[in-house]
């Protein structure tokens, strides 16, 4: 079995630009060589000097210019993989949040027209929610008291409507 096999996403090759932004305020020019719906494969540039170092579990955000245009889009990533060295390449994992998945499927399906690939095998972003992806008991029992509350309040609110209908009537 490959590693494509046990990917969730098609990787598409692809030669664009993209700039990571470290928590630190330093920024590293990147040549990105695949994408997929999921994360990234970029080389860093040592064109302007040596590259800031980066290493794996670290947060990032990147911008994904499109091929061949000065425009792209912003995503928050995680450092998967960062191989040693100044030019090495880092692996990206993508946090996609409701708000950034259009701009990532459109770019990635452009990609995947002119490759000549079919859209419906590139699957799907895992889209996250804004809130901590921490699992959280307190939470989890609160949002259920508050839903068995609202049940019993429109339990409640419905035999007052009937008993008014009775004497009404």
């Known amino acids: 079995m490959s590693a ?17 932004h470290l928590r630190d305020g330093s920024r590293i020019r990147c040549i990105v060589r695949d994408i997929s719906m999921g994360g990234a494969y970029v080389v860093r540039s040592s064109e302007h000097g040596p590259p800031a170092t980066v290493t794996a579990g670290e947060s990032v955000r990147v911008y994904v210019f499109h091929p061949g245009s000065g425009d792209g889009f912003t995503l928050d990533a ?3 993989r ?14 996609i949040y409701e708000d950034t998945s259009r701009p990532l499927v459109e770019h990635v399906h452009r990609i995947a ?3 000549g690939v079919a859209r419906g095998a590139l699957g799907v972003p ?25 049940v019993a309040l429109g339990i409640w609110g419905l035999r007052i409507a009937l008993s008014w209908l009775d004497a009404v009537l």
Do not use: K
């Open 126 to 150: 895992i889209i996250r929610t804004r809130e901590s992806g921490r699992y959280d008991p307190r939470r989890l029992i609160l949002r259920r008291a508050a839903i068995a509350a609202g």
């Open 78 to 80: 995680e450092v998967v």
């Open 113 to 115: 027209d002119h490759a």
């Open 82 to 95: 960062a191989e040693p060295g100044g030019g090495g390449g880092v692996a990206l994992r993508f946090q």
């Open 4 to 20: 494509q096999d046990l990917r969730a996403h098609l990787r598409l090759r692809v030669e664009s630009r993209a700039l990571l």
